[in-house]
């Protein structure tokens, strides 16, 4: 066999180790795609803390301000109804003791009556008159009730007449309402009683318009040798007390 000729050229020599060496440029790829994707968690990371509801985001301040707004107005809502079944109790309870307040003022009235007819306070009484109540029925209109009485000593009984009079200012000025003018007749005539231990004598009056009373005088006039009988009561007293006010 002949050998091949030689081409004048030698072979270049291989570096030893250069097939295991790696390239330059896929290493700095995968550390820049490295880099990036940190940088993205990052910026993911950041948007989240300003876009997600933490505990300092203003929706949920105003969401738990809504809520404590609405707690409020649940306990005012609360308070406001305690308040008004308090103001009803004690209206209640207002009106209650007014109504005992008559009914022991009744009461008293009943004794003191009843007290001219036994014990001591019966001695030397004649005839007197014990009470006396005005109701109205229109504007100027009043309906009067006088309880008139006498000792149980007096074996006779008591008969005669009884008038009322009437004190007050009209126009700034002191007035005096006779019988004629309260029953608006000049010949009017007085009202009859008959009676052995009480008596209650009924009728109406009528007062001129703009006339302020203030006091009330009801005369008794006996028939025979008697001497008449006067007692004058204040108006306020006679009259009805105001409902109490809510």
Do not use: C
């Not at 072979?11 to 390239?23: E, F």
């Not at 103001?87 to 005992?100: I, K, P, S």
């Not at 006779?178 to 009676?195: E, I, K, M, N, T």
């Not at 007062?207 to 008449?228: E, I, N, Y």
């Amino acid at each position: 066999m002949i050998p091949p000729e030689p081409t004048g050229q030698s072979p270049t020599p291989a570096s030893p180790g250069a097939s295991a060496r790696p390239p330059h440029g896929p290493r700095w790829a995968r550390v820049l795609l490295g880099v990036t994707a940190v940088s993205l968690l990052f910026g993911l990371w950041g948007a989240w803390q300003v876009f997600a509801p933490g505990a300092a985001h203003p929706q949920r301040q105003l969401a738990a301000q809504a809520a404590q707004i609405e707690e409020l107005q649940q306990q005012v809502a609360t308070l406001t109804r305690s308040d008004q079944i308090s103001r009803d109790a004690n209206r209640e309870l207002q009106g209650t003791l007014a109504e005992r307040d008559e009914e022991i003022a009744a009461l008293r009235a009943d004794v003191a009556f009843y007290e001219r007819f036994v014990g001591s306070t019966s001695q030397g009484r004649e005839l007197s008159v014990h009470e006396l109540r005005m109701q109205p029925r229109t504007d100027q209109g009043w309906h009067y009730t006088a309880t008139l009485t006498q000792s149980l000593a007096r074996d006779a009984a008591s008969e005669g007449e009884m008038r009322l009079a009437i004190e007050g200012t009209r126009n700034g000025r002191l007035q005096t309402l006779a019988w004629s003018d309260l029953r608006q007749r000049a010949d009017a005539p007085g009202v009859p009683y008959a009676f052995k231990y009480f008596q209650q004598v009924e009728g109406d009056i009528v007062l001129p318009p703009g006339f302020q009373p203030l006091r009330v005088t009801v005369r008794l006039a006996p028939k025979g040798r008697g001497a008449a009988v006067e007692r004058a009561f204040s108006w306020a007293d006679v009259t009805p007390r105001s409902a109490p006010e809510p």
